[in-house]
C-alpha cells in the first residue's frame, strides 16, 4: 500500500519551548493508525502541523504526496478533521453548525449526512452551548465524516462519548476502513486503539519512540506468571533464567509472581522440578504496555526506540 | 495574592488600575498644564466662558474660566469612557467565568456562592477606588501647578465621585449578566443603558422642566458633584445615591445568582417547540459562507449601534436648532471661539457650521464600533473558533476577507442609515442642510472605521484578544487627544496628520475630501494587506 501520510524529522517548538522534535512516521493508504501518547507528548502538534493550522520548524510532513504547508488547500478536500479541543460558535444549533460546514466543503451529500445525524443520535435543534460534551463531540465527529473524506485525522474522537456513541463510532471507523479509507486516531484510550487500529505509534516528550503493528507491541510486552506450589520454593530458582526479568516470592514461598520478557520456556522446565498446584498468565493490555512506557521518568530505553 | 477569591479577583485588576488610572490621571494633568495657553488673554479666557454656555448641553459650565472648572466642563461626559472597564469587568465577573467554564470549579470549593460573588464585587469596588486614587493623585500633580484653588482632597474627591459611578455600572452590567446567557450580550445592553443615562441626563439642560427625567440617570448624580470647582465641592446626597444604587443592583445580582442554574440564566424564554430534532437549516442565508456567517454573528451588535449612532446624529441635528440662536451671534462675534472650534471661513453662521462641531463625534462611534468587532477576529482564532473552518477547503485569506467585508458591509450600514436619519432629522425639525454635503459627512466616515477595524486585524496577526483590543483603543484615544485636544496644548500642527480624523475634516461645510480620503483607504488597505500576508502564514492559536 502506497502512503498517504508521510512524515520526516518533523519539528515544531513554541518560543523555545518542545512541541516536536524529529518526528518521523508513515500510514498506509487503507490503514486505521493509532497514535499514542500522555498529554503534552506532542499529538496535537504534530496533528495541527498535518492540517497545516501551525508552521514546521523543519522536516517535512506530506499527505497523499503533497506538502502540508505549500498545498494546504488541495489536502483539506481530502481530509475530515476532529481538533482535540473543538470549539464551535455556541450561538448556532447543530444543525445550523453542520449546514455551515457543508456549504464550506461543499459537495457534501445530505442523504448522508443525514444518516450519519440519525446514527450517532444527535438532536440538531438545540444550541453548541446547550449541548453535553459528548453531544459536543457528535457534531464534531459528523462534520469530520460528512464529505466521506479519504483521510480522517482524529485528535482524541471519543473523549466525552458514552459506550454506545464509542460503540457507533468504532463502527463507523470500521466502514471508513473498509472502503479504502484511512484513520489517523489520535488516543490516550489504549482499548480503543486496540479495538480499531491496525498499527501504532507511540509519541513521549515530542519524540516518538515507538512505531509498530498494535500485535507486535504485545509481542514486546512484559507479562505476569503466577505459579502456585504444594509446598514453598526458593524464589532464586527463577531469578536468573531467561525471560525472566522480576522475581517475587508470595504465600512464604509457596508461590511465585515472574514478571516476563520473553519466552517462558525455561521458566516451565524450572517450575516442572516441583510440584505446581497452579500457574496463571496475565496477558497485559495495551494500556499496561503504553504505562511501561511512560511510567518512568527517563527516557524509553534506547533499544525501544526503534521499529520492531 | 491567591489567598482568597477576593485577592485573587483583586490582582486580576492590577493592569486596569493602573491603565485607566494613568491614562485619565494623565489626561487630566495635561488638561491642567493646558489651561495658561487656553486663557492667555482676556479675550481668550471670555470666549472659553461664552463657548461653554452654548454647549451646556454637553457639561454644565460652572466657573468655567478656573482651571477646576475648565477641566470639568471640557471633560464632562469624555471623562465617562473609564465605566467601559468596570462595565466589562461587571459582565465577566460572573457571567464571562461562566463561559469559560471556570465558575464551576471555582464553585466546587467549599465555599457558598453569595461569599464567592461578594468576594468578586468587593474586589472590583476595591480596584475602582485603587483607579479613583490614581486618577485623584495624578490630577492634583497637574492641577498643583496651575491652580493653588485645588487641594489634594478635591481630586481625590473627584477620583472617588468617578469610582463611584463606575461601580454603578459595574453594578448594573453585573446585574444585567444574571438575566442574559453571554457576556457579550451583557455587556452590550448595558453599553446601551450607559448611552441613554447619558442622554437623559443631557435632556434637563435642553429641555426645561425635565430634571425629573434626568434624575432617572446615574449620571445625574455623578455630575451632582464637581469637587474641581473652586467653592462647589461634592454633594454628599448624591454620593450616597450612587453608593445605595451599587449596593442594591450588586445586592441583588447575588440574591439572583445565588438561586439560579450556573451557566443559566434567571428568567428562561420559551423554547421553539416546532423545530425538528435532526432537521438541517438549508434555506438558511446565514450560513452559506464565510462572509455571510460573518454578517450574520454581527448583524446583533450592528442594528445596536447603529440606532446609537444614527440616533445620536439625529439628536445632533435637533438640538442644533436649540444651539443655533445663542452660538450664531457668538461665533460672527469672536473669531477666537469660531478657531476654538475649527470652524473658519465665511459660513460659520450656518445650521452646517454648527453640525458640523458636534458631528466629529460620529466618526470615533463608528471607529468604537470597528475596535469591538474587530477584537472578535482575533478572540475568536483565541477561543479555537477558526480551527475547524480552517479544516475545510476554505484558504486563509477568503477566511479574513470574508470576516473583513462582513464587518465592512456593517459600517457602510451605519453610515447610510446615519444619513438616512439625519436627513429625516433635518426635514422634521426644519433645519435646513446641504444633503450633498450631509451625505459626504455620514459617508466619509466609512474610511475611518475600516481604518480602525484593519489596525485591529493587523495587531490580530501577533497580539492576544485583550491586548489587540487595549492597544487598538489606546490608539484611537491618541487620534482623539491629537485632534481634539492637541491644539489646546499646543501640540504642532504637523501631529494632526497622524490623526485619521484631520483626513475627515470637515465634510459638512466643505463637502468630500476626496484626496484626503484616499490617504486614509490606503494607509488602511495597508494594514489590510499586512494582516492578510501574516495570517496566510501564522501559526493557529488555540
Not at chain 2, 468587593?122 to 493623585?137: C, D, E, N, P, S
Not at chain 2, 452590550?188 to 447619558?198: N, S
Not at chain 2, 486614509?520 to 493557529?540: C, E, N, P, Q, Y
Amino acid at each position: 500500500m502506497p502512503s498517504i501520510i508521510e512524515v520526516e524529522k518533523l519539528t515544531k517548538s513554541y518560543g523555545g519551548k518542545r512541541g516536536i522534535d524529529g518526528v518521523s512516521f508513515e500510514v498506509a493508504e487503507g490503514e486505521v493508525f493509532g497514535f499514542l501518547g500522555p498529554n503534552g507528548a506532542g499529538k496535537t502538534t504534530t496533528i495541527r502541523l498535518l492540517m497545516a493550522l501551525i508552521r514546521a520548524d523543519g522536516g517535512t510532513a506530506r499527505i497523499a504526496g503533497l506538502d502540508c504547508w505549500e498545498k494546504a488547500l488541495e489536502i483539506k478536500r481530502l481530509v475530515g478533521y476532529v481538533p482535540g479541543e473543538p470549539s464551535l460558535d455556541r450561538n448556532l444549533t447543530g444543525g445550523q453548525i453542520l449546514e455551515y460546514f457543508a456549504h464550506l466543503r461543499g459537495g457534501v451529500d445530505r442523504a448522508y449526512l443525514k444518516s450519519l445525524i440519525e446514527r450517532m443520535d444527535l438532536d440538531t435543534s438545540r444550541k453548541f452551548r446547550q449541548y453535553s460534551t459528548g453531544n459536543k463531540r457528535k457534531v464534531v465527529l459528523v462534520q469530520a465524516f460528512m464529505h466521506r473524506p479519504r483521510l480522517l485525522i482524529l485528535d482524541e474522537p471519543t473523549s466525552g462519548l458514552d459506550p454506545l456513541n464509542q460503540q457507533e463510532f468504532d463502527g463507523m471507523v470500521r466502514e471508513a476502513r473498509e472502503e479504502g479509507r484511512t484513520v489517523f486516531l489520535s488516543s490516550h484510550v489504549l482499548s480503543e486503539v486496540e479495538k480499531t487500529c491496525s498499527r501504532v505509534a507511540i509519541i513521549r516528550d515530542g519524540r516518538i519512540v515507538r512505531i509498530g503493528g498494535v500485535h507486535e507491541l504485545k509481542d514486546i510486552k512484559r507479562y505476569e506468571i503466577t505459579i502456585a506450589f504444594a509446598h514453598p520454593v526458593p524464589a532464586d530458582t527463577f531469578t536468573k533464567l531467561d525471560g525472566v526479568a522480576e522475581v517475587e516470592s508470595l504465600d512464604g514461598g509457596s508461590a511465585v509472581r515472574l514478571a516476563m520478557q520473553g519466552a517462558a520456556d525455561a521458566v516451565i522446565k524450572a517450575a516442572a522440578q516441583f510440584p505446581v498446584v497452579s500457574l496463571t498468565s496475565y496477558e497485559p493490555s495495551l494500556e499496561d504496555i503504553f504505562l511501561r512506557y511512560y511510567e518512568r521518568d527517563g527516557q524509553a530505553p534506547r533499544e525501544e526506540a526503534a521499529r520492531v | 495574592m491567591f489567598r482568597s477569591i477576593y485577592l485573587k479577583s483583586f490582582r486580576d485588576y492590577r493592569v486596569p488600575i493602573l491603565g485607566w488610572g494613568l491614562g485619565l490621571g494623565l489626561l487630566l494633568a495635561v488638561v491642567f498644564a493646558a489651561v495658561p495657553a487656553v486663557f492667555a488673554t482676556p479675550a481668550a479666557k471670555a470666549a472659553v466662558v461664552a463657548l461653554g454656555s452654548s454647549y451646556a448641553w454637553i457639561a454644565e459650565p460652572i466657573k468655567i474660566d478656573t482651571a477646576g472648572g475648565y477641566a470639568t466642563w471640557k471633560y464632562g461626559i469624555t471623562i465617562l469612557v473609564v465605566v467601559i472597564w468596570p462595565l466589562l469587568a461587571g459582565t465577566g465577573m460572573l457571567r464571562g467565568e461562566e463561559d469559560r467554564g471556570s465558575l464551576d470549579v471555582l464553585l466546587s470549593l467549599p465555599r457558598g456562592r453569595v461569599r464567592v460573588a461578594l468576594e468578586k464585587v468587593a474586589a472590583l469596588w476595591t480596584a475602582l477606588l485603587a483607579m479613583g486614587l490614581v486618577i485623584g493623585l495624578l490630577a492634583y500633580v497637574g492641577a498643583a501647578k496651575v491652580s493653588s484653588d485645588i487641594s489634594l482632597g478635591a481630586t481625590l474627591a473627584f477620583g472617588v465621585n468617578l469610582a463611584l459611578i463606575c461601580a454603578v455600572f459595574g453594578s448594573i452590567a453585573l446585574l444585567v449578566s444574571q438575566f442574559t446567557q453571554e457576556r457579550r450580550t451583557a455587556s452590550g445592553v448595558t453599553a446601551g443603558i450607559l448611552l441613554v443615562a447619558i442622554v437623559v441626563d443631557m435632556v434637563h439642560r435642553v429641555v426645561p422642566n425635565t430634571v425629573w427625567l434626568s434624575q432617572l440617570s446615574p449620571v445625574y448624580y455623578y455630575n451632582l458633584s464637581k469637587p474641581l470647582v473652586p467653592g462647589y465641592g461634592v454633594n454628599p446626597g448624591a454620593m450616597l445615591v450612587m453608593v445605595g444604587l451599587t449596593v442594591i443592583l450588586s445586592g441583588a445580582a447575588v440574591w439572583l445568582f445565588a438561586r439560579r442554574d450556573v451557566g443559566g440564566v434567571v428568567l428562561h424564554l420559551p423554547q421553539r417547540t416546532n423545530m425538528e430534532t435532526r432537521a438541517l437549516p438549508q434555506s438558511d442565508w446565514s450560513l452559506r459562507s464565510v462572509y455571510s456567517r460573518s454578517l450574520g454573528m454581527i448583524v446583533t451588535p450592528t442594528l445596536w449601534w447603529t440606532l446609537a449612532i444614527a440616533g445620536f446624529a439625529a439628536w445632533m441635528v435637533v438640538i442644533v436648532k436649540q444651539t443655533e440662536t445663542s452660538l450664531k451671534s457668538l461665533l460672527q462675534g469672536s473669531p477666537a471661539i469660531a478657531a476654538f472650534l475649527k470652524l473658519g471661513g465665511s459660513d460659520t453662521a450656518t445650521n452646517a457650521s454648527i453640525l458640523s462641531a458636534f458631528f466629529i463625534f460620529m466618526p470615533v462611534l463608528l471607529m468604537a464600533f470597528a475596535v469591538t468587532q474587530s477584537n472578535r477576529w482575533s478572540a475568536d482564532e483565541e477561543d479555537g473558533l477558526l480551527e475547524i473552518v480552517l479544516s475545510t477547503p476554505q484558504p486563509r485569506l477568503r477566511v479574513l476577507l470574508g470576516r473583513f467585508a462582513a464587518l465592512a458591509t456593517a459600517t457602510i450600514f451605519i453610515s447610510v442609515l446615519t444619513l438616512v436619519a439625519t436627513a429625516a432629522a433635518s426635514v422634521v425639525t426644519g433645519v435646513a442642510l446641504d444633503y450633498g454635503n450631509l451625505a459626504a459627512a455620514s459617508l466619509s466616515m466609512i474610511p475611518l472605521g475600516l481604518l480602525v477595524a484593519a489596525i485591529g486585524y493587523l495587531f490580530a496577526g501577533w497580539l492576544r484578544a485583550a491586548v489587540d483590543t487595549g492597544l487598538l483603543s489606546f490608539v484611537l484615544l491618541v487620534w482623539v487627544f491629537i485632534s481634539f485636544i492637541g491644539p489646546g496644548v499646543n501640540l504642532p500642527d504637523a501631529s494632526q496628520k497622524l490623526s485619521p480624523f484631520y483626513y475627515y475634516g470637515t465634510p459638512l461645510l466643505h463637502g468630500i475630501q476626496l484626496a484626503d480620503l484616499l490617504v486614509v483607504v490606503l494607509v488602511g488597505a495597508v494594514a489590510l494587506g499586512i494582516a492578510s500576508a501574516r495570517f496566510m502564514r501564522k501559526d493557529i492559536a488555540v
